[in-house]
């Protein structure tokens, strides 16, 4: 357990639990960062990570991150998250699913799981068959569906709001974006961007993946291992975590770094590298809200489409907040973003002893 609560990650999580089943080879984390505002809600993640460590790793940083992402987009949600360790192409079945499922409903609604890398709303109704504590259906009261046309909208809507306050206007036509990852969200974001004209440079590990995209959006391919450094005048992550490191921020010849990939930056000094390099980063939690916005409306029983669309639309607002407050005070955009998220998560936390 050292592994745990010595983690640079660990950050004081309320609970962090490991689940196994053997009969289905389901091995599984779900991490509990703060139940402050809410029950915690996070994605669970399907990856197959090289080792333990690396999967304890990522889902701690993914949970805490999530505490930040609804305390940001001002959601009665705590965070949490959860992995299962796996190959989303090959070991996915519907009893493994299911097993899941009993790990999450052992927790009695303390933390409820929605979709995200390698997860699909078929999966996550899978797992509704032996808990009711998920999220993001596709059928039933106040189902939401997928989240990520949503989080790409908010994306999206990010990524003008980056470009002009860098750039002094918002159309992307012509504008050149590195897109990696074209998944759920970087597929659904390519489309937006190509509707505006943005000429588009695309990465994933899966050629169909790419193939499809250059079939659709003209797009330029570009080899995964190079996609951060292209020349290009915003970067969009919209794979995993950790691109942005001391060894990647010196090759990027974007100006902005807007995209919906979780942990974009390896470690939180990264946000300083950022800053000094003369390059606007959207905090990955606050411009990727807009999944759980429409997650949340689930969760909450009132699911309003419209109403789901005016909170996403808020999140470039807040991001430009972010971005003034930034400049006024001569510190990276994502030392903003963590204050003003602890900020609101301590404030709840006192008002939640002085209710007891
Ligand atoms: P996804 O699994 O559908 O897509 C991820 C894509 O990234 C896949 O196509 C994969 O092949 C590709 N990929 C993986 N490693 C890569 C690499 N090194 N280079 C290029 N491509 C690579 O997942 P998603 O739902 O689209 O999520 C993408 C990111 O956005 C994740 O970080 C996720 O946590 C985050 N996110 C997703 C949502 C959502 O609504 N789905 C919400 C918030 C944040």
Not at 6 to 12: E, K, M, T
Not at 38 to 50: E, F, K, L, N, T
Not at 252 to 268: E, I, S
Not at 329 to 334: A, H, I, N, V, Y
Request: glycine content about 10%; proline content about 3%.
């Amino acid at each position: 357990m050292a592994m745990v609560f010595d983690a640079p990650d660990f950050d004081n999580h309320e609970l962090v639990l490991f689940g196994r089943d053997a009969d289905t080879g389901l091995s599984a984390i779900i991490a509990v960062h703060s139940t402050a505002l809410g029950p915690a809600c996070g994605g669970c993640r399907m990856w197959p990570y090289a080792s333990e460590g690396e999967a304890v790793r990522d889902v701690l940083r993914l949970s805490r991150g999530m505490s930040y992402k609804n305390a940001m987009a001002g959601l009665p949600l705590g965070g949490g998250k959860s992995v299962i360790i796996g190959d989303s192409r090959k070991d996915k079945s519907e009893a493994l699913f299911r097993a899941f499922g009993q790990v999450i409903d052992s927790l009695g609604g303390r933390y409820i799981a929605a979709e995200d890398v390698g997860i699909t709303v078929a999966d996550v109704m899978a797992m509704g068959k032996s808990t009711k504590h998920v999220a993001g259906l596709s059928k039933g009261h106040d189902a939401s569906g997928d989240p990520s046309p949503f989080t790409a909208y908010g994306v999206y809507l990010g990524i003008k709001a980056a470009f002009a306050h860098k750039f002094g206007n918002d159309s992307l036509k012509g504008v050149r974006v590195a897109v990696q990852g074209l998944g759920n969200v970087g597929s659904h974001l390519c489309q937006r961007l190509a509707d505006d004209g943005a000429v588009l440079l695309v990465s994933d590990i899966h050629a169909d993946n790419v193939k499809r995209a250059m079939d659709r959006f003209g797009a330029i391919a570009v080899d995964p291992a190079a996609i951060h450094a292209a020349e290009a005048d915003i970067f969009a992550p919209c794979a995993l975590g950790a691109v942005l490191d001391e060894r990647t921020v010196p090759q990027l010849k974007a100006k902005v770094v807007a995209g919906g990939a979780n942990n974009q930056l390896a470690t939180d000094d990264i946000g300083e590298l950022v800053r000094q390099a003369g390059i606007l980063y959207a905090p990955d939690y606050v411009i990727n809200g807009g999944g759980i916005i429409n997650v949340s409306a689930e969760v909450t029983q009132a699911y309003d489409r419209d109403s789901v669309l005016r909170q996403v639309e808020r999140i470039p607002h807040t991001l430009t907040d972010i971005f003034r407050r930034a400049d006024r005070e001569g510190r990276p955009t994502s030392a903003i973003a963590d204050q003003m998220a602890r900020e609101r998560l301590s404030a709840a936390r006192q008002t939640r002893l002085a209710a007891e």
